[in-house]
């Protein structure tokens, strides 16, 4: 018989994995994100059911409180994380500001008059 | 009347409908040569006052700051195929006689950028945030806030590049990546006008000014 907490998370893991499945069969997940979400899917599913390995890992580093290795590994990936998303905020930000540059010279708009009268119904068209 | 068909003068502007007009026709008195206006989503009739007074207005549709408007202005100028591009200021700080000097520093090969200083001018706490910054990036311009300035295809070419990007500032961030590129920069005093309208974007206040500080520390330290 399996004890009751190794059920609860192996059906979390479970349940993370699924979802995160979910959300990138819908497209609201880009698949590059997915595979982070899924390895923390797989991880919490076998420390679930092995939680002995915190211990096994712990004990050699001298940790007298082998969980709080698990702990301290969650808040580093964690950090992990908000650093690699800022670090894709920063490359969005570069992206989007050469869109913008590169848009604004597509719409050049000329001082003189006949091709302000051309550019503004031409743009009127444009979304 | 010098005839520069290979100049472009570029003004980022945002929100300056009272004096960008003058400006620009200032320009056009004095030398012949394509004026742009970079449009930093102006809510006031700035783009409409360029173009009555002949300049060539980009739009911008994202509010991009004064660095990404000129980088903007750059990179029309490299696909117009300009050989010099100057930038000036928009509210009128900046005398349209100076940009003959600062064109001829460049043309005659003396410098890759030639920034037009007036130190003079500005606040305490300006003239604090320039000691600042020379003392941590190690260059020794007088004038290091200056918009007013020359670029040769070279500088252009550097600067409208995906490196000079994401430089918020026209300031320390374009100085540092020149002397890392290796090319050369000059000032030239010229005479500055006190403004006409409004105040300086960046040293009226205590947040911004903070914030200005900081991102640029952060570069003198990160690029040296």
Not at chain 2, 25 to 51: F, G, M, N, P, Q
Not at chain 2, 92 to 113: F, N, R
Request: net charge positive; hydrophobic share 45%; with cysteine.
């Amino acid at each position: 018989m399996i004890a009751s907490y190794k059920w609860v998370s192996s059906i979390l893991g479970l349940l993370i994995a699924g979802v995160i499945l979910t959300l990138v069969r819908r497209d609201y997940l880009h698949t590059r994100y997915a595979i982070w979400w899924l390895c923390i899917a797989i991880g919490v599913l076998v420390l679930g059911v092995f939680p002995g390995l915190v211990d096994l890992v712990g004990s050699p580093f001298g940790v007298h409180y082998p969980p709080i290795l698990l702990v301290i590994l969650c808040l580093g990936l964690v950090l992990i994380k908000m650093l690699t998303m800022d670090l894709e905020r920063s490359r969005h930000e570069r992206e989007l500001r050469r869109l913008a540059q590169r848009l604004a010279l597509l719409e050049s708009l000329k001082g003189k008059e006949a091709d302000r009268i051309e550019k503004s119904t031409h743009q009127k068209q444009l979304f | 009347m010098e005839n520069h068909s290979s100049i472009v003068v570029l003004i980022p502007a945002r929100n300056e409908e009272s004096t960008v007009g003058d400006v620009v026709r200032k320009i056009y008195a004095e030398l012949h040569c394509e004026v742009v206006v970079i449009d930093d989503v102006s809510d006031d009739s700035t783009v409409e006052a360029a173009i009555s007074a002949g300049a060539t207005v980009l739009p911008l549709s994202v509010h991009l700051g004064a660095w990404g408007a000129i980088q903007t202005g750059l990179r029309y100028a490299l696909t117009e195929g300009c050989q010099i591009a100057v930038t000036m200021d928009a509210d009128g700080q900046h005398p349209a006689s100076g940009i003959h000097d600062l064109v001829a520093t460049v043309e005659s090969g003396q410098a890759d950028m030639v920034i037009g200083a007036c130190i003079q001018r500005g606040s305490r706490a300006r003239h604090v945030a320039w000691m600042i910054f020379r003392q941590i990036s190690g260059i020794s311009l007088e004038d290091l806030t200056s918009g007013f300035r020359a670029y040769n295809r070279t500088a252009m070419t550097l600067l409208a590049s995906r490196r000079a990007t994401l430089l918020d500032y026209q300031d320390m961030g374009v100085l540092i990546l020149l002397r890392r590129a290796g090319l050369r920069v000059v000032e030239r005093q010229v005479e500055m006008c006190p403004r006409k309208s409004g105040t300086s974007r960046i040293f009226d206040s205590w947040w911004v000014v903070f914030k200005y500080m900081l991102a640029s520390s952060i570069l003198c330290l990160a690029k040296r």
